[in-house]
């Protein structure tokens, strides 16, 4: 038995983004080596949730979560929307998950388009609530409000967590999921957040191509310092983090 027992999932990864065009099945391969037994590819717009799917579709270890993320809302139509929408309605089938979608104050500083934002993020929410489905949250500096609004929701995962310990706390007492991302290997409050949160509140992603532990292109594989680091905050096991982690998500994610 590896170090990571049967192996662990990376919750949340854009493998389809251009930066792993020359060597995607490379990278797919040397995570699958290391011990990443599964990856969650979600996507931000209608190109990327295309994409999600195929990928899902070509590799039986790969699974799709189609969203519609507030960073790539510039100058879209309220019809253009209204069809990205229609498309993650209609493949849902297909998906483990709607997302990611949500609130981006960091990146966005104006008032008109952070209401947009919000405006959008009501939209997927709703269809996250009418398929039944979990919902991923893109949330920076606007945390609290990302999970005001989904107070109706009973299955959230909050991607790439980087909020308050407080908002963390009200997220986890409502039973929603935390993943960190592999930035907690060189970032001192994340640490502080993975000592805090609750081992079956938790999962771990590495949002590849971004958040690499020591900068640079991120990918799957790498999900594993984030495991072993973990382990070692909690006084546990990089086993025990890894199974843990892998339960988590396929309860949330209700895959068998
Ligand atoms: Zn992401």
Known sequence: MS??????????????????????????????????????N??????????????????????ATLGLSPNFLEGLSNQYLQSQLDFIKENAGQAVGIGEAGLDHYRCKDEVARNRQVAVFQKVIDLAK??????VIHSRDAEQQALEMVKDLDK??????????????QAVDRGFYISLATVVCR???????ARNVPLD????ETDS???????????????????????????LSPSEVASATTRNLKKIYSIP
């Open 209 to 235: 191509p971004f958040l690499a532990p020591k900068r640079g292109r991120n990918e799957p594989m790498n999900v594993l310092e984030s495991v072993r680091l973990i382990a070692k905050i909690k006084g």
């Open 156 to 169: 959230v995962v909050f991607h790439c967590y980087g909020g308050t310990m407080d908002t963390m706390k």
């Open 187 to 193: 970032s001192g409050p994340h640490q502080v957040l």
């Open 130 to 135: 009418s398929l039944d489905l979990p919902l």
């Open 201 to 204: 509140h938790l999962l771990v």
């Open 3 to 40: 170090e990571f027992g049967e192996g662990a999932i990376d919750s949340h990864c854009h493998l389809d983004f251009k930066h792993f065009d020359k060597d995607r099945e490379a990278v797919l391969s040397r995570a699958r080596e290391a011990g990443v037994v599964m990856m969650i």
């Open 42 to 63: 979600s996507g931000v717009d209608l190109a990327t949730n295309r994409k999600s799917l195929e990928l899902a579709k070509k590799h039986d270890f790969m699974r």
